[in-house]
Structures are given as C-alpha cells and as structure tokens.
C-alpha cells in the first residue's frame, strides 16, 4: 500500500467511519463552542498551561469550552485533527507536521509553547559528547522518532551515519548508566528522566548545534485557520494566561494557586 494512501485510510479510521466521510467538530456547551485539543502523548507537565488556564476559567472568559484528549501509542492525533473530529491539536516536536504536511495533510501549526527545543543528547564525563563530532566511533541510543532530528545533525555537520552506531531505545537513561551506549537522547525538561545521570552529566543542545525546531506547537486544519481563527485565537489568548502563574485578573485579588 502506497504511503498516501495509507495516511487517507488512517484519518478514515481517526474519524471513525468508512472512507469518504468524516465527522464536524463538536458544536457547542452550554452556549460556548468546544475547542477539543487533541495531545500526541499522554497529558503531562507540559500541558499544566492548558490546565492551568481550564482550573482558572480563562478559557470560559474567551467565550470557549476545552476538552483535552490524551493521545498514545496507537492514536493517530494528527489524523484525528486532520479528520475534522476536533479542531486543535499538539505534538512534542515540529517535525512531526513538517512530514504531515508533505504527505499532502491539510494541516498547518499556529502557535508553540516551546520556541527553542530542549531536545539534547547526553553522555557522561568519562566518555563526553560535547559537539556532533565527538559522536564519531560511538554508540548513540535514540527513539525511533529522534533518527530523524539525529540524520539533520548529521548532515548539518558533514557527519557520515556509518561513522557511528546508532541504537534504538526507549526514554530510560539505563543503556548509558550500563555501557550499552555512549550517548542517549532527551528533553533537558525532563529533570526525573535525567536524575539518574547526576548532575555532572553532558549536555549537548540540538538547538546549540544548529538544529533549531520548534517544540510542542499547536496545529489545526487549513479549514480551520481560514474559517474560525478566532477560535483559535482565543485559546492562544487563555492558554497563555495559564501559562503565567503570578497573573490576576484584579492587581488587589489574592492568587487563586
């Protein structure tokens, strides 16, 4: 089966229908239009913004109603939004949508919580990686959806794939704490991940060396941003007040966290 035409059967199954139809976004509760935010990964800290702004009524003060959706292993978000079935949604990295929309997916991204990614790759001082060339002749652990951040650095510093090993892995430090790699992928945000590492750990921005992506963007259909912007720029506006804990809405109000 040809790549596009599976990525048209797989928004045919995010909406729950045969192909050729799709469901509308949900209309409205209690008077107010639901803006449903469909995640890519499991809600976390980086959504305290959104639940933040939701706990506050910011949202309600804009006139919307959010629902937050977590997503998983087997949810194909961005289909789920492309789908029409609901009508913002979020991933971890902007490649994500870079590939979406190259496949010919009518999405595009309008705002980011993370202006400079946080995805890093970490060593240890007995073995450190400190630029792209220090990778050479080692053994680099990464997900399967880093190789492609890792093939951009490569290439970015004149670094030929053979020269290192690479490993597939999952998000645990254990491969570097145990020697079966040199160096290991992550998000410097993540502190409980990379407690194990200790503090003297190694440090190598993706940002730093060239590789400057945005992180955790939000994304709608084309549809969408022509039709009903204001939607989408009312959850900025409330989102962005969740995102600023010292915030009150009366200077003389005692804060509500």
Not at 47 to 54: D, F, S
Not at 131 to 137: L, S, V
Not at 157 to 175: C, F, R
Request: hydrophobic share 40%.
């Amino acid at each position: 089966m040809r790549r596009r035409e599976f990525l048209g059967r797989s928004l045919a199954a995010a909406c729950g229908l045969p192909l050729g139809g799709c469901l509308a976004a949900r209309g409205e509760v209690d008077g107010a239009p639901v803006l449903d935010l469909q995640l890519g990964w499991l809600a976390g800290g980086n959504q305290l913004g959104e639940v933040v702004a939701q706990r506050l009524g910011f949202f309600q003060e804009e006139g919307v109603h959010l629902e937050i959706h977590p997503g998983g292993p087997h949810i194909d978000g961005v289909g789920i939004v492309a789908s029409g079935r609901y009508r913002v949604g979020e991933v971890a990295s902007s490649p994500s949508l870079m590939l979406a929309v190259s496949q010919g997916i009518p999405i595009r991204a309008f705002g980011v919580c993370v202006q400079e990614h946080p995805y890093s790759y970490f060593s240890l001082p007995s073995k450190p990686v400190r630029t792209p060339q220090d990778m050479i002749g080692k053994k680099v652990g990464t997900n399967a959806t880093g190789r492609i951040l890792l093939d951009a650095l490569l290439a970015k510093h004149g670094i030929d794939p053979a020269s290192l090993e690479v490993v597939v892995i999952g998000s645990a430090m254990t491969p570097l704490l145990t020697g079966q790699v040199d160096v290991v992928t992550g998000w410097t945000t993540n502190v409980t991940a990379l407690k194990p590492l200790g503090p003297d750990r190694v440090t190598m921005r993706l940002w730093d060396q060239g590789i400057r992506l945005y992180a955790m963007p939000y994304y709608a259909t084309n549809d969408t941003l022509a039709n009903e912007a204001h939607l989408l720029e009312a959850f900025l506006r409330a989102a962005g007040r969740g995102d600023e804990p010292r915030l009150r809405r009366d200077p003389t109000e005692p804060a509500r966290y």
